[in-house]
């Protein structure tokens, strides 16, 4: 099973990932978390797309689509995998689907979760996450029992540099221009789905498992 995650930042495609991951035993494979361990580590990589991520640009489609080929290689992606903030570009989803055809792949879903200009900047600038499992916070809607404590494990809660509103507005304006135009790309492929992320957590991850089955 492979699967696309698209949406705009902060529509939970990251959240959902995680859960639909966890639920098919498949790999999450979030291009945003992948660079962010890379600027973590120094590594060249890490190098080179700090300035973009910082400002909420994009990162070179040679960078990412380099990462992707070699994630979707390893073992772990036998059973299928779900990208998650990738493709974000159409020349991205054109070299996905160049390298798919190589190994004789095929995406089964391609989801696009939506969700309203103004509740994506508040969901994002109140949002924080547990380093050590991912559980996901905001300082509204969903707050610890202990601030900055993880209810499910006790770990550190931390919030993205990249998570400040004007950033976030940024990200927003990029998104707009260079991945909206990416649904375009698939959506004539046929396995092409919208769901509302104004909808419930639980509703939204409901309504993607009777997509995915
Ligand atoms: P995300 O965690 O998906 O919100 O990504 C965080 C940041 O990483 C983005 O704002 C971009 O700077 C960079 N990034 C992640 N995925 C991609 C991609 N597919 N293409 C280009 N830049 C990306």
Partial sequence: MNLIFMGPPGAGKGTQARQIAEKYGIPQLSTGDMLRAAVK?????????????ESGGLVTDDIVVGIIADRIAEPDC???FILDGFPRTVAQAKALDSMLKERALKIDHVIDITCDTEALVSRITGRSTCAKCGEGYHKEHKKPAKEGVCDKCGGALTTRAD???????NRLTVYDQQTAPVIGHYR???AFKTVDGMQEMNTVFKTLCSIIG
């Avoid at 580590?41 to 991520?53: C, L, Q």
């Avoid at 998570?163 to 507005?169: A, C, I, L, Q, S």
Wanted: no cysteine.
């Fill in 41 to 53: 580590a120094g590594t060249e990589i890490g190098k080179k797309a700090k300035a973009a991520m």
């Fill in 78 to 80: 036998k059973k299928g």
């Fill in 163 to 169: 998570d400040n509103e004007e950033t976030v507005r």
């Fill in 188 to 190: 004539h492929a046929g």
